[in-house]
């Protein structure tokens, strides 16, 4: 498989760029000399990404797109095209949260939460990967998932159900799109420190919290952790240099990942666990 080392000059696509994980990556490979092409549903964050790139290179290509929706996605790819002539990275970043136990949760929550984390990187990988194909000299599709899509956590099992689903499509893309010289990885990061939970909504709280004051310990523990987005930026560039098929970020994505394959039953039996205990301890 070719493996793109020298970035410059190349279009990089990247959606979910208005802020954290997106907007790391659309400046990691700005930084590099590529043309990015970025896209969020937040227009006003856009702009604000918009102007950080444009000190970085001389072509910036933005478009609000809300991703759960095929036809948004169907222009973007469109218009990339036609302004830029070609992609070389598609970045599939856009994604939200919703935590709260199943029973609590909405089929309005499970259209949203499939509609952007899922749908949205059906709808990317069905307009681009074509052309990639197509445009000829290979390229790379990068899905970002989450350590959640990798192994179960209670409390979290639409969230977890939808990043399940990007693994396997982009593991099971990767077999498909390897003779075409396209490269997919699926970048599975773990406690990152950014606004998600800040920007997410949570169904229940416990014993000693509400739902408002849980979200707002666990924003604490997200913001206290030193991993943060540049460092899943740095490791979705590495992945596209390297050809990389699925690139865990920070260490307990390696631990956790590894303990689920070694012994599921085990590993979902201390889930259960956690599942009782977490609502006293939070």
Not at 8 to 21: D, F, L, P
Not at 198 to 218: C, N
Not at 237 to 243: N, P, T
């Amino acid at each position: 498989m070719p493996r793109i080392k020298d970035f410059r000059g190349r279009v990089v696509v990247v959606t979910g760029a208005a802020n954290g994980i997106g907007r790391e990556i659309a400046l990691a490979f700005a930084r590099r000399g590529a043309v990015p092409a970025v896209a969020d549903i937040d227009a006003a964050g856009l702009r604000r990404v918009r102007g950080e790139l444009e000190e970085l290179v001389a072509t910036v290509y933005s478009r609000v797109v809300d991703v759960s929706v095929a036809a948004e996605v169907g222009d973007f790819c469109a218009d990339v095209y036609k302004e830029l002539g070609r992609v070389d990275v598609l970045c599939n970043n856009a994604g939200v949260a919703l935590g709260g136990d199943f029973d609590l949760m909405t089929l309005d929550d499970l259209r949203w939460l499939a509609g952007v984390n899922l749908l949205g990187v059906i709808h990317g990988c069905h307009y681009f990967y074509p052309r990639m194909i197509a445009q000829g000299g290979g390229g790379h599709i990068v899905n970002t998932a989450s350590a959640a899509g990798l192994v179960p956590f209670s409390g979290l099992a639409l969230y977890s159900g939808t990043k399940f689903g990007v693994v396997g499509l982009s593991e099971t893309l990767r077999a498909e799109a390897a003779p075409h010289c396209v490269g997919i990885t699926v970048v599975c990061p773990g406690v990152i420190a950014t606004d998600i939970v800040k920007r997410s909504t949570i169904r229940a709280g416990t014993e000693r919290s509400s739902p408002e004051e849980l979200a707002a310990k666990l924003d604490r523990i997200l913001q206290s952790r030193g991993f943060t987005p540049d460092r899943v930026a740095c490791a979705v560039v590495r992945a596209v240099e390297r050809d990389i098929g699925v690139a865990r970020v920070t260490p307990e994505t390696y631990i956790m990942d590894w303990l689920y394959r070694l012994n599921r039953g085990a590993f979902n039996a201390m889930m259960a666990l956690g599942a009782r205990i977490a609502p006293r301890m939070f």
